[in-house]
DNA sequence: CTGAAAGCGCTTACAG
DNA sequence: CTGAAAGCGCTTACAG
């Protein structure tokens, strides 16, 4: 019968009293690390079994130095675009065994976060990951505040010598490129979010540079202006409108993609016979009722973004500088 | 200057010395708890600020039993819907300086449910949180298994005493009603999800007693099935096609609503003008770009949800049951 | 109101 | 390879 309450009551010492061996023995016996006969351990373990010891997480931090616990400073954390970088590793951190300490603030706003650099720094954790809204502004780097190792995702930081993950946009207008021309595509056109963007501007440089490698050039020109559905439609009925020759649009996220379909099939287009669509983020992928696709769309996998930088703190530290995650093609019915 | 690293050198006993009183009466001083003359408590805490002091979290832990830190489990974190209910937890519980320990999977798969209840136990929580995918699932209480608090979100539990937090999806369907009749609209149609769906049932027992109390029917039969778009665009189609009078709609969601909203416009029907929309999730409120609402909508409120029931494992325990979370209205142009 | 002392349950040099 | 001992830095009865 097990323990129900999970009280712990059993100690390390009466593992040990069982096993016939010493306290310290018992300890460096279950926790596998220094020299230790075979036979002792295997003794030891036994005990542990038998008597169904669970270590006491209080007393091996306090001991060891080492809370399990990671620290994550997040700039509004309730961005649409933050949020699955946050679920990624806070699932990744439980999967490992770490607590995740949450302080959610405005990163830019020096005194509070200086309030939490404080008090993360008292509650020892072992590690602290950044995490920004996006790409598009850059964190003041707080490495030098913390013993301990420090990641950034979704940010780029001040320091250069700084363990950074981000999204990669490029890649995210290569696929696509790539994507529409292996479906024989020659003649695309390119509609997208504002030009100050840096999402637009990457995703822009991507697709080009794919097209390019292909000896082709994009139809028509460049329309820049909303991330959202309406401005989707306005900018696909300009683009028909003006008489371009196209097969193939790619969109600069699934709102825009969305709005190009909605003119197309108002105008008795079909997609993808006459035009195949392809947009940026796998915005369908969070709706419920996934047989509703409507897209193809190359998704930037932020919740693997976060994962990937909640483990760089766990196992052996990666390279400074930046790292990119790579985004994946998700076939929908709009190519 | 102050410790840059946070290495937390200055320890209470240091505090005492500086403060001319034992560790203990300068323990006492800083907790606040016991009685304390005036003049040493000051005297203390003087010391204790002059010399930066902060207490090591990981000696109070153990000294004091206290982990500060709650632990969840969740039944497929990566739901959509659950996702706002476990931000809002993990983001109360930081403000709170509450670390959270996430154990993801399925709640139903008893085998790896009792392993993580272990692991949680031996981690010493202060409280768990156990969070489903919704409210059609009844989970199988695991409270007796902790000495601890244990609340549920999103999710019923088996076991009456228990403290649950769900969302108020009656509530939402009389807000719907409310604010339509409000608006001065008698014709109410009703479009809405699944048949079987919990959701469903209670948006629409909610709906027809706010139109019960006014005196008015819904009219037209009833429309159940799918919960995307082209269900929507498809009951609007019958609903319109059928001759019904109609000056609103309450859809069962917004993505039965956008849908709904498709064909009016297709067919030139001025909403709100002609017929009103009323959706149900905020669907819009996640999007990228707020200005290109097009809905109004009763948003569940989730994440609010997710720091009711993690504010409910730190304070002063509510009273067993259920507890529902009022939703809100969300005014849009379409009503 | 204050202080001396025990104790929380491990880990980790150190000596053997 | 094994064990005795110190120590992690607080909190908390207990005695005064």
């Given at each position: 019968?097990?323990?129900?309450?999970?009280?712990?009551?059993?100690?390390?010492?009466?593992?040990?009293?069982?096993?016939?061996?010493?306290l310290s023995t018992a300890s460096k016996a279950?926790?596998?690390?220094?020299?230790?006969?075979?036979?002792?351990?295997?003794?030891?373990?036994?005990?542990?079994?038998?008597?169904?010891?669970?270590?006491?997480?209080?007393?091996?931090?306090?001991?060891?130095?080492?809370?399990?616990?990671?620290?994550?400073?997040?700039?509004?954390?309730?961005?649409?675009?933050?949020?699955?970088?946050?679920?990624?590793?806070?699932?990744?951190?439980?999967?490992?065994?770490?607590?995740?300490?949450?302080?959610?603030?405005?990163?830019?706003?020096?005194?509070?976060?200086?309030?939490?650099v404080r008090e993360l720094q008292a509650r020892?954790?072992?590690?602290?990951?950044?995490?920004?809204?996006?790409?598009?502004?850059?964190?003041?780097?707080?490495?030098?505040?913390?013993?301990?190792?420090?990641?950034?995702?979704?940010?780029?930081?001040?320091?250069?010598?700084?363990?950074?993950?981000?999204?990669?946009?490029?890649?995210?207008?290569?696929?696509?490129?790539?994507?529409?021309?292996?479906?024989?595509?020659?003649?695309?056109?390119?509609?997208?979010?504002?030009?100050?963007?840096?999402?637009?501007?990457?995703?822009?440089?991507?697709?080009?540079?794919?097209?390019?490698?292909?000896?082709?050039?994009?139809?028509?020109?460049?329309?820049?202006?909303?991330?959202?559905?309406?401005?989707?439609?306005?900018?696909?009925?300009?683009?028909?409108?003006?008489?371009?020759?196209?097969?193939?649009?790619?969109?600069?996220?699934?709102?825009?993609?969305?709005?190009?379909?909605?003119?197309?099939?108002?105008?008795?287009?079909?997609?993808?016979?006459?035009?195949?669509?392809?947009?940026?983020?796998?915005?369908?992928?969070?709706?419920?009722?996934?047989?509703?696709?409507?897209?193809?769309?190359?998704?930037?996998?932020?919740?693997?973004?976060?994962?990937?930088?909640?483990?760089?703190?766990?196992?052996e530290r990666p390279t400074p500088g930046q790292?990119?995650?790579?985004?994946?093609?998700?076939?929908?019915?709009?190519?």
């Amino acid at each position: 019968m097990l323990d129900p309450m999970g009280s712990g009551q059993v100690r390390l010492s009466d593992v040990a009293a069982v096993a016939g061996v010493s306290l310290s023995t018992a300890s460096k016996a279950l926790s596998g690390s220094t020299r230790i006969s075979l036979a002792t351990r295997e003794r030891v373990r036994a005990a542990a079994t038998r008597l169904d010891f669970r270590p006491d997480a209080l007393a091996q931090s306090f001991a060891s130095g080492r809370s399990r616990t990671i620290g994550v400073l997040t700039h509004r954390a309730t961005n649409t675009f933050s949020q699955p970088v946050l679920i990624g590793a806070v699932l990744l951190l439980g999967e490992q065994d770490q607590a995740t300490l949450v302080h959610d603030g405005d990163v830019a706003v020096h005194r509070r976060l200086g309030q939490s650099v404080r008090e993360l720094q008292a509650r020892r954790i072992d590690g602290l990951l950044v995490i920004g809204d996006g790409h598009e502004q850059v964190t003041a780097s707080v490495t030098h505040h913390f013993a301990v190792p420090v990641s950034y995702a979704f940010t780029a930081s001040d320091a250069e010598e700084d363990v950074v993950f981000l999204p990669d946009n490029e890649a995210a207008g290569r696929i696509a490129a790539e994507h529409l021309l292996s479906r024989g595509r020659r003649r695309i056109a390119h509609l997208t979010g504002p030009r100050q963007s840096l999402a637009v501007q990457l995703r822009e440089t991507g697709f080009r540079e794919a097209l390019g490698s292909a000896g082709v050039h994009p139809v028509g020109p460049v329309l820049r202006s909303h991330w959202g559905r309406p401005w989707g439609a306005e900018a696909m009925t300009r683009l028909l409108d003006s008489g371009t020759d196209v097969d193939a649009v790619f969109c600069g996220n699934d709102h825009i993609a969305l709005g190009a379909l909605d003119v197309c099939t108002r105008r008795g287009i079909s997609v993808p016979d006459d035009i195949a669509l392809i947009g940026v983020d796998n915005w369908e992928g969070v709706v419920v009722d996934q047989n509703i696709r409507q897209l193809t769309t190359v998704d930037l996998e932020l919740m693997a973004l976060g994962r990937r930088a909640a483990a760089s703190l766990l196992g052996e530290r990666p390279t400074p500088g930046q790292h990119r995650s790579p985004p994946t093609l998700v076939q929908g019915p709009s190519t």
